[in-house]
């Protein structure tokens, strides 16, 4: 039998810089009140949402990503040459092939960086990360650019009351790189298929295909609506709030950690009612920095840890070597949860 010749990498992988990207227009929750029956003073108080950024024509999935990536690049003081891989998460790419990694990677100008897209939903960030520190440590890569990227503001029903107020557009972006010393922590990550329908897509694209109106939702206009992003905001809160409370502790766990040790905490920005309840859970001490980005940027799934990790750094709410709890959670359901060495 053939000897297998194994590549060997750096013992260990940190993150090296951040960048972020948030669209120029301002939406704030008056826009939102146009098309539903609630009120501003409603919407802040079942989700801390006060505005949200949504993208023009120009503000691509690709444009978000290469904006974002550049400062990521240069936050970390590296060449894009450098950069061996690629990895963007994204469910709001409606270009089925080729994947939008391959596109920004060259638009950077990376050396063929290999490139790929996950769906891992507001999971996807942590789910990339994962992957990009097990190609450093592998040795497959030096340096993998991580990015979380939405528009999902494409995939929103603006008459859904319980959704329309939530999602927002955005682009967050890591660089990943050799450590002599571990700064991104063992990942407790999973799924539960047997919650999917929770979140969901409100029409499949092959049944939206064909046009057979009347098994599609219409709007208030007779027009048939564009398949939209729905929940059952109730059991998702539940799951959020109980089962990633949990996770967020086997991660602290599995890092040799304790809340106390912490800097800051970064869960995903899907809702601040959840954000509070995780941190009342977790037992989080005063002196640990919570991430609020949802009050200004919305729901933006894959883009909103690394985009409230972007401006925690930049306000200088939180500083390079603080050391910060990140959790993501949502559609399928998915989850993953690291402690991180802020860059």
């Not at 996950?118 to 520190?133: E, Q, R, V």
């Not at 991660?251 to 995903?268: K, S, Y």
């Not at 980005?293 to 750094?313: F, K, Q, Y």
Request: hydrophobic share 45%; with cysteine; charged share 25%.
């Amino acid at each position: 039998m053939a000897k297998i010749k194994a590549r060997k990498g750096a013992p260990y992988a940190r993150i090296l810089g951040v960048g972020g990207y948030r669209p120029v227009r301002v939406v704030p929750n008056e826009v939102i009140l146009e098309r539903i029956d609630s009120s501003d003073e409603w919407i802040r108080s079942r989700s801390g949402i006060e505005t949200r950024h949504w993208a023009n024509d120009e503000e691509t999935v690709a444009a978000m990503s290469i904006e974002a990536s550049g400062k990521a690049i240069a936050d970390a003081g590296i060449d894009a040459a450098q950069i061996g891989a690629v990895i963007v998460s994204t469910v709001s790419h409606f270009s089925q092939t080729p994947a939008v990694a391959t596109e920004i990677a060259d638009k950077l100008g990376t050396a063929k960086a290999a490139a790929f897209d996950i769906s891992a939903g507001c999971a996807g960030f942590g789910y990339g990360l994962t992957l990009a520190k097990g190609m450093i440590v592998d040795g497959s890569a030096e340096h993998v650019l991580v990015i979380g990227v939405e528009r999902l503001s494409d995939l929103t029903d603006l008459e859904d009351r319980a959704t329309a107020f939530l999602f927002g557009d955005g682009a967050g972006a890591v660089v990943v790189g050799p450590s002599q010393e571990p700064h991104i922590g063992p990942t407790i990550w999973g799924s539960e298929g047997d919650k999917s329908s929770t979140i969901k897509q409100t029409v499949p694209w092959d049944e939206f295909r064909s046009g057979d109106v009347s098994r599609l939702p219409v709007d208030s206009r007779g027009k048939v609506k564009f398949p939209a992003i729905t929940q059952e905001g109730q059991a998702v809160f539940r799951w959020a709030v109980f089962e990633m409370a949990k996770v967020a502790k086997e991660a602290l766990e599995a890092a040799g950690l304790t809340a106390d040790d912490l800097d800051v905490f970064i869960p995903h920005q899907a809702n601040e009612r959840i954000i509070d309840s995780m941190v009342k859970t977790l037992k989080l001490p005063e002196h640990v920095t919570v991430a609020r980005d949802v009050r200004t940027t919305g729901n933006t799934s894959a883009a909103s840890i690394p985009l409230a990790m972007e401006r925690l750094l930049a306000t200088g709410e939180a500083k390079s070597g603080d050391t910060a709890l990140v959790i993501g959670f949502g559609a399928g359901l998915v989850y993953a949860a690291t402690v991180v060495t802020l860059p």
